[in-house]
Protein backbone atom coordinates (compact mmCIF):
# COMPACT_ATOMS: atom_id res chain seq x y z
CA UNK A 1 0.00 0.00 0.00
CA UNK A 2 2.69 2.15 0.90
CA UNK A 3 4.80 0.88 -2.26
CA UNK A 4 1.51 2.14 -4.43
CA UNK A 5 1.56 5.76 -2.55
CA UNK A 6 5.10 6.43 -3.51
CA UNK A 7 5.05 5.03 -6.65
CA UNK A 8 1.62 7.22 -7.55
CA UNK A 9 3.26 10.23 -6.21
CA UNK A 10 6.40 9.66 -7.78
CA UNK A 11 4.65 9.36 -11.10
CA UNK A 12 2.64 12.49 -11.07
CA UNK A 13 5.93 14.53 -9.77
CA UNK A 14 8.13 13.16 -13.18
CA UNK A 15 5.11 13.11 -15.40
CA UNK A 16 3.70 16.34 -14.44
CA UNK A 17 1.11 17.46 -17.89
CA UNK A 18 -2.40 18.51 -17.69
CA UNK A 19 -5.75 17.28 -18.31
CA UNK A 20 -8.09 18.30 -21.31
CA UNK A 21 -10.63 20.82 -20.10
CA UNK A 22 -14.28 18.55 -20.66
CA UNK A 23 -16.38 21.69 -21.95
CA UNK A 24 -13.91 22.40 -24.19
CA UNK A 25 -11.11 19.83 -24.69
CA UNK A 26 -8.32 22.04 -24.81
CA UNK A 27 -5.46 22.15 -21.91
CA UNK A 28 -4.75 25.53 -20.20
CA UNK A 29 -1.88 26.13 -22.85
CA UNK A 30 -4.35 26.17 -25.60
CA UNK A 31 -6.97 27.93 -24.03
CA UNK A 32 -4.78 30.72 -23.60
CA UNK A 33 -3.68 30.45 -27.27
CA UNK A 34 -7.35 30.29 -28.42
CA UNK A 35 -8.15 33.84 -26.43
CA UNK A 36 -5.13 35.65 -27.55
CA UNK A 37 -6.02 34.73 -31.06
CA UNK A 38 -9.88 36.14 -30.06
CA UNK A 39 -9.31 39.11 -28.23
CA UNK A 40 -6.79 39.80 -31.46
CA UNK A 41 -9.64 39.28 -33.85
CA UNK A 42 -7.09 37.68 -36.41
CA UNK A 43 -8.11 37.33 -39.74
CA UNK A 44 -4.87 36.90 -42.02
CA UNK A 45 -1.06 35.34 -41.13
CA UNK A 46 0.98 35.90 -38.62
CA UNK A 47 4.51 34.52 -37.60
CA UNK A 48 4.30 31.99 -34.77
CA UNK A 49 7.17 34.38 -32.96
CA UNK A 50 4.78 37.26 -33.32
CA UNK A 51 1.83 35.30 -32.26
CA UNK A 52 3.88 33.69 -29.27
CA UNK A 53 5.07 37.08 -27.79
CA UNK A 54 1.68 38.07 -27.67
CA UNK A 55 0.51 35.01 -25.89
CA UNK A 56 2.85 35.29 -23.10
CA UNK A 57 1.59 39.51 -22.95
CA UNK A 58 -1.76 39.39 -23.16
CA UNK A 59 -2.85 35.60 -21.37
CA UNK A 60 -0.12 35.53 -18.39
CA UNK A 61 1.45 32.79 -19.82
CA UNK A 62 4.36 32.66 -17.61
CA UNK A 63 6.25 29.43 -19.22
CA UNK A 64 7.55 32.12 -21.89
CA UNK A 65 7.71 32.49 -25.52
CA UNK A 66 9.64 29.88 -26.12
CA UNK A 67 6.99 27.57 -24.59
CA UNK A 68 4.45 29.00 -26.47
CA UNK A 69 5.58 29.15 -29.59
CA UNK A 70 6.18 25.18 -29.27
CA UNK A 71 2.38 24.88 -27.65
CA UNK A 72 1.49 26.81 -31.38
CA UNK A 73 3.20 24.33 -33.12
CA UNK A 74 1.99 21.46 -31.36
CA UNK A 75 -1.61 22.97 -31.79
CA UNK A 76 -0.76 23.23 -35.53
CA UNK A 77 0.85 19.91 -35.93
CA UNK A 78 -2.79 18.79 -34.24
CA UNK A 79 -4.72 20.48 -36.31
CA UNK A 80 -2.53 18.82 -39.76
CA UNK A 81 -3.40 14.89 -38.21
Given at each position: ?????V?????V?????S?????S???P??????F??L??????????????G???????????EV???????V?????L?
Amino acid sequence: MIYNMVRADIFVQYHNFSLNCCMSGFKPGQRKVVFTCLKRNLMKEIKVAQLAGSVAEHSAYHHGEVSAGIELLVMLLLMLC
